[in-house]
């Protein structure tokens, strides 16, 4: 039946690790003015620990450039496995600013962040940025549960910037 083909499918998707599991690995992503998301797991991550980063942790890698006369980028990574191993608690990024994975320092760290609500960060146009999707449990049991979407946005052009109306919420 369809739904036994799409169970064997979603199953065979997360029984191995990621191919974006290292730094020299990282996928990656365009910026854009609205979310394209990318589909990712930390299903048997490596652990990495980053000169001065924020731990040895399991974790998956992503780098973009930024736009030209872009001062600003929003990392949103939601959730997706239901049920989930993770939390908006046990899960992380970490951003660099760094042309290459080689070069990553403390100096080069831009913080490590909970995914509570999507991240924005004060970037430099044309420059290359690495960031790490990490978490705190164990990902290697429950190949499933393990399923999040991630996109970088901005909003620095005019032509298309958000309307706001007085008095409204975002």
Avoid at 12 to 19: P, T
Avoid at 114 to 137: D, H, K, L, N, S
């Amino acid at each position: 039946s369809l739904a036994f083909l799409l169970f064997a499918f979603h199953q065979i998707s997360f029984s191995q690790a990621a191919g974006n599991n290292t730094c020299a690995s990282a996928t990656v992503l365009t910026v854009n003015p609205d979310c394209s998301p990318t589909n990712g797991h930390l299903y048997q991550a490596n652990s990495t620990s980053p000169i001065g980063g924020c731990g040895n942790r399991p974790d998956v890698w992503y780098r973009f450039t930024v736009p030209a006369n872009t001062t600003s980028i929003t990392i949103n990574v939601v959730l997706t496995s239901n049920p989930s191993s993770l939390t908006v608690n046990n899960t992380s990024i970490e951003l660099f600013n760094t042309a290459n994975c080689a070069t990553i320092n403390s100096s080069s760290i831009q913080g490590c962040q909970g995914i509570q609500a999507p991240r924005t960060y004060a970037v430099t146009a044309g420059a290359t940025y690495y960031f790490r999707i990490y978490t705190t449990a164990n990902p290697n049991v429950n190949p499933t549960n393990w399923g999040f979407r991630v996109c970088v946005t901005s909003n620095d052009n005019c032509a298309t910037a958000s309307t706001i109306v007085a008095g409204s919420s975002l």
